[in-house]
């Protein structure tokens, strides 16, 4: 199945609450289904995962 995931913020880091939540729902989810995520967050983002 494909899942649209529609987000205030990219996840990542982990630092707060909404993030960790997300992570790790998103993280479950993949690994049965084919994940495509959106943000709408304009800032920056530095990822190293």
Request: net charge neutral.
């Amino acid at each position: 199945m494909k899942i649209f995931v529609l987000l205030s913020r990219f996840p990542y880091p982990l630092d707060k609450g909404d993030k960790l939540r997300a992570y790790y729902q998103i993280k479950e989810l993949s690994a049965f289904h084919e994940i495509h995520l959106c943000c709408l967050d304009d800032s920056n983002i530095q990822a190293n995962i």
